[in-house]
């Protein structure tokens, strides 16, 4: 569950998408308030959310599409991106375990628009538990491509990773 902090960190980051017709997936949604959320900020916006067990999201309304994948699973990852179309904002709110985080960022940033946005939540957890050591190390390794990957925006706090990709 996303504090208020980040939503204002959200606000101010993706405000000049507020009124444009964007695709948002999330990656993790639990019950499905950060998709509320994003459904209400993003006015004009179709909004994605995969999960794991896609049965506890309460979130429902005709622009949120849900997913039940596996982070695990490379093939439903695909096959669901490449039915949906290049995304311009990707919150990844999943496991949090190195592994994954990393083969989802890079089965998804080919998928990500010019200009748009990918967010790993909570990789500060890599560092404070032991079953997701190794999260920082993401974020370096990801930082360490920053030409490669033409990135041209890296926002880090303890709570979240922003990468903007270059146009």
Known sequence: MKDQFMYD???????????SPIKYLEIGVYKGSSLEWAKDYFKNGIIYGWDIDIQQCEAKDNRIKLYQIDQNDKY???NAINT??????????ASHL??????????????????GYYV????FAGITTPVHYGMQHIITNII??????????????NNYAIFRKGW
Request: charged fraction near 30%; avoid cysteine.
């Open 98 to 115: 190195p592994i994954e985080t990393m083969n989802t960022f890079i089965l998804l940033w080919e998928h990500l628009n010019k200009g």
């Open 9 to 19: 960190k959200y606000e101010e980051v993706f405000g000049e998408w507020k009124d």
């Open 144 to 157: 360490s491509l920053s030409k490669v990957l033409n990135i041209t925006r890296v926002d880090i706090t």
């Open 84 to 93: 949906m179309g290049k995304m311009d904002i990707i919150i990844d709110d």
């Open 76 to 78: 439903a990852i695909l």
């Open 120 to 123: 790993i939540e909570d990789w």
